[in-house]
């Protein structure tokens, strides 16, 4: 909960992660990709304002009691959504997994929302532990790392006929939120490994299901945009902007998001601290203030009160089902978060279509 | 006789190699490491990235741009380029020395050369240039109906139109004084006036993509070395 000028926010985090990326951790012959994982991660944290950068040795194994207090405390989030991230390949208990995400949600009910993840190359095991994992910890949301080496395989694609039969699963399991993101390497090498048209197809042919492309398709935002305006299930994690932007580089922060506002929406739009890449305090607080800075932004949607409350918190409450008590929610009139038909279109009657 | 060469013809034909993804020189992004050339025209160039995960493919690209782009200089008899602190470094290295091409530097994990994904970039270094081109002009009170009308001839010099005609004639499409201003990327077709607001728009939106990109490759590189950006 944040509270800034008489209006309060309802934060859900909607994008972090538990991890252990500590020496201990890495695969004997796999520790150049573990600890280069790592210190990219790192360097992503250069991008936060420098009182809260970390020492690698936190930043490679944080506790739970600094989780608890950069997230919870002092970091404004009401519910935090875990998303896993495996590279078992690399790290001996997976970077992230759902297990140990799971084990600290449970020591602090009502906190946290765990989430799981797949590979379809796991096969016909995958789909059992998909359903153990649905069972065991009520997992409504999964996360996608299309760019994971297996085996020699450098990634996968959400087009491979395997994935589809995943895609069913989570529907038959009531899972609904597909987080997708794409990562550098994916095989075939040669191929662009960020491309998002896979994210297309699938979205396209599960309806039922809400597909978050976390950090926007980065490096692919205008990709990204143009499948969103077209597709009414895909969502913009804003994990990486907000965390990698708007303090580094305000002014490409100000153009990205006045982008996103008019291709994607404010309904469409959901906040992830990327924790323990970044800390959610620095950018709940700083997002609350934020504005475009200066004339050249107005022709870009306008960002108000409301804005805020459902990019911070209402979109993501509405995709998992958060029930959100009266005094957050928006008054009558101020849009409907999570709405399915915010997108503008590219059709030649939509708002694309003029120079307003 | 033989020509002497210095580090700084060396350093200006690096200026050329550009990140294909971004589309700035790699000079510029920071990502020239050292660039020494022996008296007998050995040149060693070391090459760095924000992220030892960088993509393999723009890694390969920007390596064997650089080795084509020294190892053309009057002078140079041998040029190395190294890749420092990546993951496919030793496979990227190898292959570019040994003039293997993509494919056969990534047995077994690709099926094709890089042409179409730097034709891809290109399209996209194409439709960020039309912004950089065409925002001026709507600012100064051009209407869609001039723009679709417009040619390359009629608009005032810029280094930014310099560069968008540099990039439509790398993609293989026309770009004489007589030339639409706006074209599709893809066929070269000149783009009818119902379409030239979400044409813009989506020039707009790539160059915002792009220039995102950019910052947030400089910050990387910036925190991973300590350098300062030019």
Same mark, same amino acid.
């Given at each position: ?36 994982? !790592?210190?990219?991660?790192?360097? =992503? ?120 039969? =995943? ?18 390497? !994916? ?16 979205? *396209? ?11 926007? /398709? ?19 994690? +804003? ?78 409450? #509405?995709? =998992? ?14 849009? *409907?978060? /999570? ?18 | ?58 890694? =390969? ?39 293997? /091409? ?78 639409? +201003? ?8 000149? !783009? ?9 728009? #989506?020039?707009?939106?790539?160059? *915002? ?22």
């Amino acid at each position: 909960m944040y509270s800034k000028d008489g209006e309060r926010y309802f934060v859900v985090d909607s994008h972090m992660h538990y991890w252990n990326a500590a020496p201990d951790n890495w695969v004997p012959g796999a520790e150049q990709y573990a600890k280069g994982w !790592i210190e990219c991660f790192h360097a =992503y944290q250069g991008l936060a304002p420098a009182e809260t950068h970390w020492p690698m040795e936190k930043f490679q194994k944080y506790s739970e009691d600094d989780l608890m207090k950069d997230v919870f405390t002092d970091g404004h989030v009401d519910v935090a959504i875990f998303q896993p991230t495996y590279l078992t390949e690399w790290y001996k208990e997976g970077f992230n997994t759902t297990e140990r995400n799971a084990a600290l949600g449970a020591k602090h009910p009502g906190k946290f929302i765990t989430n799981t993840r797949w590979d379809p190359r796991d096969g016909e095991d995958g789909l059992k532990k998909l359903a153990e994992n649905v069972e065991r910890f009520g997992s409504k949301g999964v996360k996608l790392y299309t760019a994971e080496w297996r085996e020699g395989s450098r990634g996968w694609t959400l087009k491979d006929p395997a994935a589809y039969k =995943y895609l069913e699963a989570c529907q038959e399991l009531g899972i609904v939120n597909i987080h997708v993101h794409k990562g550098p390497t !994916i095989w075939p090498l040669d191929k662009d490994a960020f491309d998002v048209s896979d994210i297309d197809h699938a979205a *396209t042919d599960f309806p039922e299901l809400n597909f978050i492309v976390e950090h926007v /398709g980065l490096p692919r935002i205008e990709d990204f945009c143009f499948m969103a305006t077209q597709e009414p299930n895909v969502y913009a994690g +804003l994990s990486v902007v907000i965390g990698g932007l708007m303090h580094a580089r305000p002014k490409f922060f100000a153009r990205v998001m006045g982008e996103l506002l008019f291709w994607v929406g404010e309904d469409k739009m959901t906040f992830g601290s990327d924790y323990g890449i970044w800390e959610p305090k620095w950018q709940v607080e700083g997002f609350v203030d934020w504005d475009y800075p200066g004339d050249e932004f107005s022709d870009f949607p306008r960002v108000t009160t409301a804005t805020k409350k459902k990019i911070l918190g209402l979109n993501a409450a #509405k995709l =998992y089902g958060i029930e959100v008590p009266v005094e957050f929610q928006l008054d009558a009139g101020e849009g *409907t978060p /999570g709405a399915r038909d915010d997108a503008v279109g590219v059709s030649s009657d939509s708002p694309a279509a003029t120079l307003a | 006789m033989t020509t002497t060469v210095d580090g700084s013809r060396v350093l200006s034909a690096l200026g050329e190699v550009r990140d294909p993804e971004l589309d700035e020189p790699i000079t510029a992004l920071g990502f020239v490491a050292s660039c020494d050339v022996s008296a007998d025209g050995h040149a060693e160039v070391h090459l760095r990235l924000p992220t030892y995960f960088c993509a393999p493919n723009f890694a =390969y690209l920007m390596v064997a741009d650089a080795y084509d782009a020294v190892s053309m200089l009057d002078g140079v008899r041998h040029t190395e380029v190294v890749l420092d602190d990546h993951f496919a470094a030793d496979a990227i290295n190898g292959g570019v020395a040994a003039r293997a /091409g993509f494919v056969r530097s990534f047995a077994g994990e690709a099926v094709g050369e890089l042409d179409n994904l730097r034709v891809d970039f290109l399209r996209k270094a194409v439709m960020a240039g039309t912004d950089q081109v065409c925002r001026p002009l709507a600012d100064a009170g051009a209407s869609p109906a001039d723009l679709a009308a417009m040619t390359l001839g009629a608009v005032p010099p810029s280094p930014a139109l310099d560069r968008l005609r540099r990039r439509r004639a790398e993609l293989g499409l026309a770009a004489g004084d007589d030339e639409p +201003l706006l074209v599709d990327p893809r066929s070269g077709a000149p !783009i009818g006036l119902d379409a030239v607001p979400l044409h813009l728009r #989506k020039a707009r939106l790539t160059r *915002t993509s792009l220039d995102a990109n950019t910052g947030i490759c400089r910050g990387m590189l910036r925190h991973r070395y300590g350098v300062e950006e030019t």
